[in-house]
């Protein structure tokens, strides 16, 4: 069975800031790896997601990601935190098997951005 | 182009009555993904439609709950009876492809209170 692992709860960071969020997996096989994020009152959207080739994925809004077979990693970094990327924030992984699309989600950390 | 609808937004019930929850996907994706979150927990799977039919339904938590796409459009999830512990948030994903790869789009879900 897969599982996704995002250690802590919130993450405040200033703006201008590093924001790095963590996100570990178990899984027998590497998996897809996700990550979403929700803005208040909004649904999930996708930041970026990993499949096959570069292991260092860009995604919306200077978001990226490193796959890390080694270290069953898959943080989400942005360089220089802005006011907009308040939110709550989701990594998830679905099988490598085709067939079988669905989610599965880690606790979603939130992140605050202080002026 | 509209995305993933859900209907209502928030609803409070008493424990042992019927609550349905509606999802309209975007128009053409034949995947639909229903999820929860129950506070403080990970979003959870529930079950995959494609078009009409059930293809994973491995995460529905008991035969209180029923979900149904009539004409592989638009989704019901019916609660009967509710129980206190179905309080959560209910979210609903669609998707075009056929592969764990392909992107889910989500809407903003329904706060379900169960009293």
């Known amino acids: 069975a897969q599982s996704v692992t995002q250690l802590g709860s919130h993450v405040s960071v200033s703006e201008g800031a590093l924001v790095l969020l963590r996100c570990n997996y178990s899984?027998?096989?590497?998996?897809?790896l996700f990550w979403y994020v929700q803005y208040p009152n909004q649904g999930l959207q996708l930041l970026l997601k990993?499949?096959?080739?570069?292991?260092l994925v860009k995604g919306i809004n200077g978001f990226e990601a490193e796959f890390k077979k080694s270290e069953t990693s898959f943080h989400l970094t942005k360089p220089s935190a802005h006011m907009s990327d308040a939110a709550e924030y989701f990594c998830?992984?679905?099988?490598?098997?085709?067939?079988?699309?669905?989610?599965?989600f880690g606790k979603g950390i939130t992140l605050s951005v202080r002026p | 182009e509209a995305g993933v609808t859900q209907f209502p937004s928030h609803s409070v019930i008493e424990k042992g009555q019927t609550v349905t929850l509606r999802c309209d996907p975007i128009?053409?994706?034949?995947?639909l993904y229903w999820y929860r979150r129950v506070m403080g927990k990970e979003i959870k799977f529930l079950l995959h439609?494609?078009?009409?039919?059930?293809?994973?339904e491995s995460g529905m938590p008991n035969n209180r709950f029923l979900a149904e796409r009539t004409g592989g459009t638009y989704s019901t999830l019916k609660v009967q009876p509710a129980e206190l512990e179905d309080s959560g948030v209910y979210f609903c994903?669609?998707?075009?492809?056929?592969?764990?790869?392909?992107?889910?789009?989500f809407g903003p879900g329904t706060r379900l209170t169960v009293l």
């Open positions: 994903a669609s998707g075009s492809g056929y592969s764990s790869t392909d992107t889910q789009y």
């Open positions: 439609f494609v078009k009409e039919s059930k293809q994973d």
């Open positions: 899984s027998s096989v590497p998996p897809y």
């Open positions: 990993y499949t096959t080739g570069a292991t």
């Open positions: 998830a992984v679905s099988p490598y098997t085709g067939a079988n699309s669905k989610l599965t």
């Open positions: 128009s053409g994706h034949d995947n």
